[in-house]
């Protein structure tokens, strides 16, 4: 008797399920000024490689292509709720992914916010936080987590935990306890957080941009804050879920780093 193994690829539409399975896309429908899913579908083909990446960029097209991905998904996706006319930087780069035969795929708040393989989350496994809570209201949803480290920490620990150092990250501003047991996240661009970390008496407030209006308010506050750097802190996600992904079905996956320094 002659035996065939027969390996089940996904396809688009499987894949599209399965991310939608994890990525509470509805909760955040009315806020999120991302289209979330597919922003290209090039049909319900076989998916057999699937690339992640922070951002939608022409560089991280190219590197997608030479990997020959399939799928490519980003965090910050083309089309963010508005017209864009298809010229320019923009034609460009749909015309390579259409000539590339490569779909797109972009999660922005429901990758910030996933309590198991979102940025934020990401960063709190990273620095061994206990007792996680969500933190950090936009429109009402909680898209950050906040938490308490076993032992406090100064701001060099917690930087060597994050693998990182003071020469790498955007800026930091230590107007806070110099040891710190408690500590707010939100990635990217969320510097006005800071206002509900400091309500909630929390040591230190994590982050991705750094703001000039942020460094009095810190002061006045007497609250620790660490701009890590938008790019940088929107890693964590697309890392976990390409992991996930490649334990959970029979696909390559791989994270392309196009870092910004920003």
């Given at each position: 008797m002659i035996w065939t193994c027969y390996t089940l690829i996904m396809n688009?539409?499987?894949?599209?399920?399965?991310?939608?399975?994890?990525?509470?896309?509805?909760?955040?429908?009315?806020?999120?000024?991302?289209?979330?899913?597919?922003?290209?579908?090039?049909?319900?083909?076989?998916?057999?490689?699937?690339?992640?990446?922070?951002d939608a960029s022409l560089e991280t097209f190219k590197r997608a292509a030479d990997w020959n991905a399939d799928v490519l998904f980003v965090h910050h996706g083309l089309f963010w709720g508005i017209p864009v006319a298809v010229t320019n930087n923009h034609f460009e780069r749909l015309s390579f992914l259409i000539d590339n035969h490569i779909s797109l795929y972009a999660a922005h708040l429901p990758l910030d916010m996933n309590?198991?393989?979102?940025?934020?989350?990401?960063?709190?496994?990273?620095?061994?936080?206990?007792?996680?809570?969500?933190?950090?209201?936009?429109?009402?949803?909680?898209?950050?987590?906040?938490?308490?480290?076993?032992?406090?920490?100064d701001i060099k620990e917690i930087l060597d935990l994050l693998d990182t150092d003071q020469n790498e990250v955007l800026g930091i501003l230590p107007f806070g306890k110099k040891?710190?047991?408690?500590?707010?996240?939100?990635s990217g661009g969320a510097t006005r957080e800071i206002t509900q970390a400091m309500?909630?008496?929390i040591d230190l407030f994590i982050t991705g941009d750094l703001s000039h209006e942020t460094y009095h308010t810190c002061q006045e506050g007497g609250i620790n804050m660490i701009?890590?750097?938008?790019?940088?802190?929107?890693?964590?996600?697309?890392?976990?879920?390409?992991e996930k992904l490649k334990k959970d079905k029979t696909v390559e996956t791989v994270f392309i780093d196009v870092p910004t320094g920003l």
């Open positions: 688009t539409e499987e894949l599209d399920s399965y991310f939608r399975e994890i990525l509470d896309m509805t909760i955040v429908a009315g806020i999120d000024s991302s289209m979330n899913g597919f922003q290209v579908d090039q049909g319900n083909r076989p998916v057999k490689k699937v690339a992640f990446a922070v309590p198991i393989i979102g940025n934020n989350y990401g960063i709190a496994f990273q620095l061994k936080l206990n007792n996680l809570q969500p933190f950090g209201s936009y429109k009402g949803v909680k898209i950050g987590v906040s938490g308490s480290f076993e032992q406090e920490k040891k710190i047991s408690t500590a707010a996240i939100v309500e909630q008496n701009s890590a750097g938008h790019y940088f802190t929107e890693t964590f996600g697309p890392k976990l879920l390409s």
